[in-house]
């Protein structure tokens, strides 16, 4: 096999591995799934165009010249999407240096290790922007049917900002490993995609918050302080913007500087990409070697599962981009809560659904992570304890985590008002206990690297689970405004989690 051979050999290898995980993920390894996920796909695809022409349909006529608030909101919702695709990219990048198990096979090809790294890199480039293309296809499609064909120039805005971010996502893995070392990376890497993602929204919010005492993010873009700092009207800042718009000069001036940079990082980078991949997969050592053997604690067996679990929970390096986004959409309604001590403000209102949310949401998936990614399930079964402790010991676990993460922002609520300090606490337990009690319904054996897949074990108890969170915030937010309807509310939820006992292989 020549070189040549080799090198396109790999390429289709690395797609055909793209195509696997994303297709094991959505289908959770069942080939029976597959008809039916494609199916679900686009029908998801066709209705989220009805949403999006609500929200974007009136700005397809937008024409040449613009004015700065207007180029300051496209601008803005670029730079949302290269966020992002940005932190999509760090976690590839991540996987790719510590979840990857074919080094040997890489090692062993005729072709020289720089150019196949240089084909690795390009593959997580390519998949990034295919995943950013089909999210985006709803609102391009409906600009285009609305605004005409120049808005297929957001496609190429969108294969730009790809490269650049895949580029960057390169970069910083590789800077946090040369600094950091590759034991502390694969963590370290987590939290800056998680930041990532949600920090420019969180910016903008906590802007908001101080400057108007709301939560809306096109206030603040919109405003003339906005307009004031923003550059002149002629700066390449503006180029993305009228990019999307079908400016042939600006999007092949994005597409040149995205391919330039991408380019760089390869040739850079593609050399020592081996070593890097290398040195991360020699940490598998336990990061105590060499010091003492510590001594059992006293307890109770209860207490050693609980301080098990909590170890499992501290050390999961994947859990911490899960979790951390939603933790961190909290700090807004944090900020919202602590301007309202000084203005009695009422919309202080909103914190308690986000929380409600927040708190149902984090739960399942700790919850998952305990009940159901149980990496020694046989170790544990042996243990002696009946099987009910064990469970009990889980759930234990799950609640004490929400209630340590949750209890500060209800006790600085007190302060601001106590009943809805009150209703919070109430429906935060609630709907904590409804996500934990859906995973146990639904309990299958998993490993806890399948996390990401947790999703696709059951669609059933995925929405059954999204619908008890949002039911419960709706309820909680409806108590605080109009408690009659609250009832409502309430009654419905819980005849969800009731449908769903019912049809779960718990009640079987």
Same mark, same amino acid.
């Given at each position: 096999?020549?070189?040549?051979?080799a090198?396109?050999?790999?390429?289709?290898?690395?797609?055909?591995?793209?195509?696997r995980?994303w297709?094991?993920m959505?289908t959770?390894?069942?080939?029976?799934?597959?008809?039916?996920?494609?199916?679900?796909?686009?029908?998801?695809?066709?209705?989220?165009h009805?949403?999006?022409?609500?929200?974007?349909?009136?700005f397809a006529?937008l024409?040449?010249?613009?004015?700065?608030?207007?180029?300051?909101?496209i601008?803005?919702?670029?730079?949302?999407?290269?966020?992002?695709?940005?932190?999509?990219?760090?976690e590839?990048?991540t996987?790719a240096?510590?979840a990857?198990?074919?080094?040997?096979?890489?090692?062993?090809?005729?072709?020289?290790?720089?150019?196949v790294?240089?084909?690795?890199?390009?593959?997580?480039?390519?998949?990034v922007?295919?995943?950013?293309?089909?999210?985006?296809?709803p609102f391009?499609?409906?600009?285009?049917?609305?605004g005409?064909?120049?808005w297929?120039?957001?496609?190429?805005?969108?294969?730009?900002?790809?490269?650049?971010?895949?580029?960057?996502?390169?970069?910083?893995?590789v800077?946090?490993?040369?600094?950091?070392g590759?034991?502390?990376?694969?963590l370290?890497?987590?939290?800056?995609?998680?930041?990532?993602?949600?920090?420019?929204?969180?910016?903008?919010?906590?802007?908001?918050?101080?400057?108007?005492?709301t939560?809306?993010?096109?206030?603040?873009?919109?405003?003339?302080?906005a307009a004031a700092?923003?550059?002149?009207l002629?700066?390449p800042?503006w180029w993305?913007?009228?990019?999307?718009l079908?400016?042939g000069?600006?999007?092949?001036?994005?597409?040149?500087?995205?391919?330039i940079?991408?380019?760089?990082?390869?040739?850079?980078?593609?050399p020592?990409?081996?070593?890097?991949v290398?040195?991360?997969?020699a940490?598998?050592?336990p990061?105590?070697r060499?010091?003492?053997?510590k001594?059992?604690?006293?307890?109770?067996?209860?207490?050693?599962?609980?301080r098990?679990?909590?170890?499992?929970?501290?050390r999961?390096?994947?859990?911490?981009?899960q979790?951390?986004?939603?933790?961190?959409?909290?700090?807004?309604?944090?900020?919202?809560?602590?301007?309202?001590?000084?203005d009695?403000?009422?919309?202080?209102?909103?914190i308690?659904?986000?929380?409600v949310?927040?708190?149902?949401?984090?739960a399942?998936?700790l919850?998952w992570?305990?009940?159901?990614?149980?990496?020694?399930a046989?170790?544990v079964?042996?243990?002696?304890l009946?099987?009910?402790?064990?469970t009990?010991?889980k759930?234990?676990?799950?609640?004490?985590g929400?209630?340590?993460?949750f209890?500060?922002?209800?006790?600085?609520?007190?302060?601001?008002?106590?009943?809805?300090? $009150?209703?919070?606490?109430v429906?935060? =337990?609630?709907? !904590? /206990?409804? @996500?934990? +009690?859906?995973q &146990?319904?639904?309990? %299958?054996?998993?490993?806890?690297?399948?996390f990401?897949?947790?999703?696709?074990a059951?669609?059933?108890?995925?929405?059954?689970? $999204?619908?008890?969170?949002?039911?419960? =915030?709706?309820? !909680? /937010?409806? @108590?605080? +405004?109009?408690? &009659?309807?609250?009832i %409502?509310?309430?009654?419905?939820?819980?005849?969800?989690?009731?449908?769903?006992w019912?049809?779960?292989?718990?009640?079987?």
């Amino acid at each position: 096999m020549t070189s040549s051979t080799a090198l396109a050999w790999f390429a289709r290898h690395e797609i055909r591995l793209a195509w696997r995980e994303w297709m094991a993920m959505m289908t959770a390894g069942r080939r029976f799934r597959k008809r039916s996920t494609a199916i679900g796909l686009m029908v998801c695809v066709a209705i989220m165009h009805l949403p999006v022409y609500a929200v974007i349909g009136r700005f397809a006529d937008l024409q040449e010249p613009l004015d700065k608030p207007t180029l300051i909101v496209i601008t803005a919702c670029v730079f949302l999407a290269w966020l992002l695709m940005l932190s999509q990219a760090i976690e590839s990048v991540t996987r790719a240096f510590y979840a990857r198990a074919d080094l040997d096979l890489i090692m062993s090809s005729p072709t020289a290790l720089s150019n196949v790294f240089s084909v690795r890199i390009a593959a997580i480039a390519l998949t990034v922007i295919a995943m950013a293309l089909v999210l985006s296809m709803p609102f391009v499609n409906i600009l285009v049917l609305c605004g005409g064909v120049r808005w297929f120039a957001a496609y190429g805005v969108v294969v730009a900002i790809g490269f650049t971010a895949t580029a960057l996502a390169i970069a910083v893995t590789v800077a946090l490993f040369r600094s950091i070392g590759p034991g502390r990376t694969r963590l370290a890497a987590q939290i800056v995609a998680a930041v990532t993602g949600a920090g420019f929204v969180i910016a903008l919010q906590i802007a908001a918050i101080l400057s108007t005492g709301t939560l809306s993010r096109f206030a603040v873009l919109t405003s003339d302080a906005a307009a004031a700092f923003a550059p002149d009207l002629d700066s390449p800042t503006w180029w993305p913007a009228r990019a999307m718009l079908g400016d042939g000069e600006a999007l092949l001036a994005l597409l040149a500087a995205g391919l330039i940079l991408f380019g760089a990082a390869m040739a850079i980078y593609s050399p020592r990409f081996a070593d890097y991949v290398i040195r991360a997969s020699a940490i598998a050592a336990p990061a105590h070697r060499g010091r003492g053997a510590k001594p059992f604690r006293a307890g109770s067996r209860q207490q050693a599962l609980r301080r098990k679990e909590f170890v499992l929970l501290r050390r999961d390096p994947w859990l911490v981009s899960q979790t951390l986004m939603q933790l961190l959409y909290l700090v807004p309604p944090a900020l919202m809560l602590w301007q309202s001590f000084s203005d009695n403000s009422t919309g202080i209102l909103v914190i308690t659904p986000v929380i409600v949310m927040a708190a149902g949401q984090l739960a399942g998936g700790l919850a998952w992570l305990a009940i159901c990614g149980e990496d020694a399930a046989d170790l544990v079964a042996t243990a002696p304890l009946p099987a009910l402790l064990v469970t009990r010991a889980k759930i234990e676990v799950v609640l004490i985590g929400i209630g340590t993460i949750f209890a500060p922002l209800i006790i600085a609520l007190v302060f601001a008002s106590p009943l809805q300090a $009150a209703v919070t606490a109430v429906a935060t =337990a609630i709907a !904590a /206990a409804s @996500a934990t +009690a859906i995973q &146990l319904w639904f309990r %299958v054996r998993a490993r806890r690297s399948q996390f990401r897949r947790r999703q696709t074990a059951s669609r059933l108890a995925t929405f059954a689970e $999204a619908f008890s969170s949002i039911g419960w =915030a709706a309820t !909680a /937010a409806l @108590a605080l +405004a109009l408690p &009659l309807f609250a009832i %409502v509310t309430g009654l419905l939820t819980a005849g969800v989690l009731a449908a769903t006992w019912t049809i779960s292989p718990a009640h079987e």
